[in-house]
């Protein structure tokens, strides 16, 4: 199974951005030493890790400790030995959306919008969705994105990375 694996990290100037070889990591905390790495000082580290166009897993530090994961599929732990490491430990249900509330697209007036499921019924996304609320992405939001037909992992991280200001650093690695 192909991926792509991209560290966005914020220090005081700005974003920058680089690729993450996960190639030989053993387990999650060999990655997040990886992510670290990037930038140790990063005051935000994100890493971005797309699988055959069909899954995204987020992991997230802050000031280099507490990892926190998303990932958009949980049969990614089924289909690879990377989706193991990364989601294979995750807990089957998103943190972050109250019980009982539906994730909803964002309202954008057109009515076929309305009628779509925000989530991929096919889907199972796991760990922590609200891993981006504070940076103005919602649990809503991600999961909405995540589960809209026809979004591929990147489309999500490019439009996640628009609302971040760092999506140039993100692309400009895809060009490599």
């Given amino acids: 199974m192909s991926y792509f694996a991209a560290a966005a990290v914020r220090v005081e100037g700005g974003w920058s951005a680089d690729e993450v ?3 030989g990591a053993t387990d999650i905390d060999e990655v997040a030493d990886r992510l670290r790495d990037v ?7 994100l ?3 797309e699988a055959d166009d069909a899954y995204l897993v987020i992991l997230r530090l802050d000031e280099g400790e507490d990892l926190r ?3 958009s ?3 990614y732990a089924e289909e690879s030995r990377l989706g193991a490491l990364l ?7 998103v943190t972050g959306v109250e019980d009982g509330d ?3 697209p964002a309202a954008t007036g057109g009515d076929e919008d309305a009628e779509q499921p925000a989530v991929d019924p096919e889907a199972d996304p796991v760990g922590d969705a609200d891993i981006l609320a504070d940076l103005g992405i919602p649990a809503q939001k ?8 026809g979004m591929l992992p990147a489309d999500v991280t490019a439009e996640i990375c628009e609302v971040l200001g760092c999506v140039d650093e993100i692309e400009a690695l895809r060009e490599v």
């Fill in 69 to 71: 994961i998303f990932g």
């Fill in 47 to 49: 890493l971005f890790v």
């Fill in 39 to 45: 930038e140790p000082d990063a005051d935000l580290s």
């Fill in 87 to 93: 989601v294979g430990d995750l807990k089957t249900s």
């Fill in 102 to 104: 539906e994730p909803r």
């Fill in 142 to 149: 991600l999961l909405a994105l995540c589960g809209h037909e």
């Fill in 21 to 23: 070889s996960l190639r």
């Fill in 73 to 75: 599929d949980s049969a």
